[in-house]
T-cell receptor, first 112, second 111 residues
Framework: DQQVKQNSPSLSVQEGRISILNCDYT??????FLWYKKYPAEGPTFLISISSIKDKNEDGRFTVFLNKSAKHLSLHIVPSQPGDSAVYFC???????????FGTGTRLTVIP | DTGVSQNPRHKITKRGQNVTFRCDPISEHNRLYWYRQTLGQGPEFLTYFQNEAQLEKSRLLSDRFSAERPKGSFSTLEIQRTEQGDSAMYLC?????????FGPGTRLTVL
């Protein structure tokens, strides 16, 4: 039972344009959401997070949007850079839970 | 480097052998997690420690798997009588709050 879903396995974007990565979840108890970036042969690297009391969180080129009614979040990267090419994982947790639930990832390729 | 470290980075073993992995978390983090990741999937939770106490285990953690965190610092994950289905990346993470910080992982290949 996949509680966090990333329905796009891959995405290609031109350098300088916006990358939008999407994530859906089914568990209404989730109240904290994170995005991780993973390069080959490395562990996931924490990028940005958002609490369910907010609908937007911004950190430099990265912005995460949360739509609780739709159980949907997205990660915007503007402008995209070739170094952003990686697999991006969406993750979620709920208060009192001891672990994160991850999506299956979206491979982003930024074309120079 | 003050990040999470894991050893070994790669392990190849024959079916039926025992293997042990080590994780050294970020020193001030009291929470430690083990995850497993297979190709095309996101990390899947295995077990969680708060200090030296193992507080949660996933049903993925069969009785062939055991994890310890003596003294609340480093942790070990042992797999006994390995099976080919155990081949995966084993990730360790630590945290002191809501975000978890991952190590580079140990890639296990069971022949």
């Amino acid at each position: 039972d996949q509680q966090v879903k990333q329905n796009s396995p891959s995405l290609s974007v031109q350098e300088g344009r916006i990358s939008i990565l999407n994530c859906d979840y089914t568990n209404s108890m989730f109240d904290y959401f994170l995005w991780y970036k993973k390069y080959p042969a490395e562990g996931p690297t924490f990028l940005i997070s958002i609490s369910s009391i907010k609908d937007k969180n911004e950190d430099g080129r990265f912005t995460v949007f949360l739509n609780k009614s739709a159980k949907h979040l997205s990660l915007h990267i503007v402008p995209s850079q070739p170094g952003d090419s990686a697999v991006y994982f969406c993750a979620a947790s709920s208060t009192g839970a001891n672990n994160l639930f991850f999506g299956t990832g979206t491979r982003l390729t930024v074309i120079p | 480097d003050t990040g999470v470290s894991q050893n070994p980075r790669h392990k190849i073993t024959k079916r039926g052998q025992n293997v042990t992995f080590r994780c050294d978390p970020i020193s001030e983090h009291n929470r430690l997690y083990w995850y497993r990741q297979t190709l095309g999937q996101g990390p899947e939770f295995l077990t969680y420690f708060q200090n030296e106490a193992q507080l949660e285990k996933s049903r993925l953690l069969s009785d062939r798997f055991s994890a310890e965190r003596p003294k609340g610092s480093f942790s070990t994950l042992e797999i006994q009588r390995t099976e080919q289905g155990d081949s995966a990346m084993y990730l360790c993470a630590s945290s002191s709050g809501l975000a978890e910080f991952f190590g580079p992982g140990t890639r296990l290949t069971v022949l």
